[in-house]
């Protein structure tokens, strides 16, 4: 994001169409603005999934990345080899380069939308996560919210001190 950083939030129910299309909420827009309709579909937890800004998203992987490259590099990681091939393949299949269309509009991908678990038809939660938007099984979502909401103010406590 530019300029000074908001917070993207709400909470909206959306309808996956037949070609797993979906619309995010016109209310994202003046907080989610991806250069040129740029962004990456990251795989979270079973029935989540993230969307990121591009620009966003490199930063941080490229910098956490970089960090297991710079230990490989240097010999720390030579007796890992088998976690080296777990982060491999879980790297390989967590995230992909998606272009929004218009009106905001993006299709999720193919091995995406199965990791979400959904069908065309169905409904999801779409989310803003502060820094980026979720798109939640409804299911999955509902227990998420059932689970964490009660510990919202030790969490808002904690981010604040």
Same mark, same amino acid.
């Given at each position: ?18 070609? $797993? ?122 227990? $998420? ?17």
């Amino acid at each position: 994001m530019t300029g000074t950083k908001k917070f993207i939030t709400g909470e909206f129910s959306r309808t996956v169409d037949d070609r $797993y299309r979906l619309t995010l909420p016109g209310e994202f827009e003046d907080v989610f603005k991806p250069e040129s309709g740029k962004c990456v579909i990251v795989k979270e937890s079973p029935g989540c999934l993230s969307l990121w800004e591009e620009n966003a998203w490199k930063q941080n992987h490229e910098a956490r990345v970089g960090l297991v490259l710079q230990r490989l590099q240097l010999g720390d990681l030579n007796r890992q080899t088998t976690e080296l091939q777990r982060f491999g393949r879980l790297l390989s299949a967590r995230f992909r380069e998606i272009q929004l269309a218009g009106r905001s509009r993006l299709v999720l991908p193919e091995g995406f939308r199965e990791f979400l678990g959904i069908e065309p038809g169905q409904d999801v939660m779409v989310i803003g996560a502060a820094v980026c938007i979720e798109i939640w099984h409804t299911k999955k979502w509902i227990e $998420y919210v059932e689970g964490e909401m009660p510990q919202f103010g030790t969490v808002l406590e904690g981010l604040s001190h």
